[in-house]
């Protein structure tokens, strides 16, 4: 539940209670280092707030290293639509680090969670940290397309919602777009606007936030109008910002234009996390959410499962625990946990396990999936083999061809695109890829 703030009459209250909400997460000696020397007044008739800092050097302190988790915190304690403004003790104007009387929105529109300062990150990322930090902060647009790449897991999303907080600081929403591949497709799916009105609706922006383009090859379709989009945007020298699981270059399954174009701008490549990134995360989760763990606890759940989406799985059955059953987690149902949440052994998922999974479903020896048959029965299957191995493995057409008996890549580009166009419109065929897409990762009987 959000506060209101202080009113004028009680300026300690707001900080007081502020300081209360920070002891949760915080230590008490950083508020003690950071939080204390801070003077705050809250706003007369308007949800607002002013920071005073002691002195100029404190001010450019403060902003290089805890403005971020400030804005962050202030911003869950007061709720939305809250500004905040800041000024040196003694002086009239703002301190250097900051625009003079300039109000910053405490909003966090498209996450409270993801934020730079949120995103852990080593020396391995920190190529990508920083020039995501220098496209954000605006004006003059170097880096036109800026593309984010790296594999599941790997903090992309976090990194593309950080971004389009920061820029929201100074920037209205409205100006902001920010999506995925699937929520485009779902605006062009509405049949009462034409594609026109849409594209013009999209180019509006100032800002574009597309996370995850290589899903692009799920929606064949839709390239014309991102490639409309994209010529719209670098025209009129508006940022875009894009993720993908590959870099542009392995993108193969896009159109020339749309990927030559993609090559424009500024590629960043970031690395899976590795095991200190891992154990500061679960660290982190730990003391956000009371849980009590361990430095060995941390360092086994970190060693144990790889990317943030596995941890977040595990730690959140961790946390459902102990708000259920109360008291400590002790170290046998901490085991317990840890053995429920391993995924089962499964055969490796490799092009010869899918094509096993489709034969044995289909009733068709594999070879003739890979062969030249050229039967109705046999093309079926060989397409839901191609898609599936494309979609669960990300292979290149090239390397599908290869597979597939020595196939040329646009034998296996038309194939896969034949076949999207059956799941556009038919539901059977879309439930039967997820059954199998379920039986080849799981390693079930087909």
């Known amino acids: 539940m959000t ?55 404190f001010a450019a302190w403060f902003d290089g290293s805890v403005k971020e ?29 900051f625009a003079a009387d300039a109000a910053v929105v405490t909003d966090f529109p498209y996450g409270h969670r993801f934020t730079f300062e949120t995103f852990l990150a080593n020396e391995k990322n920190a190529f990508p940290l920083a020039l995501a930090r220098e496209v954000s ?49 779902a605006l062009y799916a509405d049949a009462r606007r034409p594609r026109p009105e849409i594209r013009a609706e999209l180019s509006s922006h100032d800002w574009l936030f597309i996370d995850e383009l290589t899903d692009v090859a799920r929606a064949p379709d839709l390239e014309p109008e991102l490639i409309g989009m994209f010529n719209d945007f670098h025209d009129a020298g508006r940022q875009m910002v894009f993720s993908s699981r590959e870099r542009a270059a392995s993108c193969d399954f896009l159109d020339p234009t ?12 970031l690395k899976a996390p590795d095991l200190s990134i891992r154990a500061r995360f679960v660290e982190q989760v730990s003391k956000d959410k009371r849980l009590g763990l361990s430095r060995e606890q941390v360092l086994t759940l970190a060693g144990r499962f ?22 400590e987690l002790s170290e046998a149902e901490f085991s317990r946990h840890i053995r429920l949440s391993e995924d089962k052994k499964a055969p490796e998922l490799s092009p010869e396990r899918v094509i096993a999974v489709c034969a044995e479903h289909f009733g068709i020896p ?17 397409q839901a083999a191609m898609t599936l191995c494309r979609s669960l493995l990300g292979l290149s057409y090239p390397a599908l061809g290869k597979v597939f008996g020595g196939k040329d890549h646009s034998t296996v580009l038309y194939s896969i695109r034949k076949f999207q166009q059956i799941l556009d419109v038919d539901q059977e065929t879309k439930m039967l890829l997820r059954q199998l897409s379920k039986k080849c990762r799981q390693g079930g009987q087909a």
């Open 3 to 57: 506060k209101a703030p202080a009113t004028a009459s009680g300026d300690g209250v707001l900080k007081n209670d502020f300081r209360q909400h920070l002891s949760r997460t915080c230590p008490e000696q950083d508020l003690r280092r950071w939080f204390d020397p801070l003077e705050i007044i809250p706003g007369e008739g308007e949800p607002s707030c002013c920071v005073v800092f002691p002195h100029t050097y």
């Open 69 to 97: 988790l400030f804005e962050r915190q202030l911003a869950a304690y007061l709720g939305p639509g809250h500004t905040v403004r800041y000024r040196t003790r003694g002086m009239r104007a703002a301190a250097p680090a």
């Open 137 to 185: 902060r605006g004006g003059e647009v170097r880096y036109n397309p800026f593309l984010v790449c790296g594999p599941s897991g790997a903090g992309k999303t976090h990194l593309l919602r950080a971004m389009a907080n920061a820029v929201a600081k100074s920037q209205p929403t409205s100006r902001i777009y920010f999506g995925s591949v699937a929520d485009i497709q």
């Open 258 to 269: 749309f990927r030559s174009r993609l090559e424009w701008g500024l590629m960043v490549h």
């Open 306 to 327: 790889e990317g943030f989406r596995r941890l977040e799985g595990v730690l959140l059955r961790l946390e459902a625990f102990r708000q259920h059953a109360g008291g």
């Open 366 to 382: 594999a070879r003739d999936i890979v062969g030249a048959g050229r039967k109705k029965e046999l093309v079926f299957a060989r």
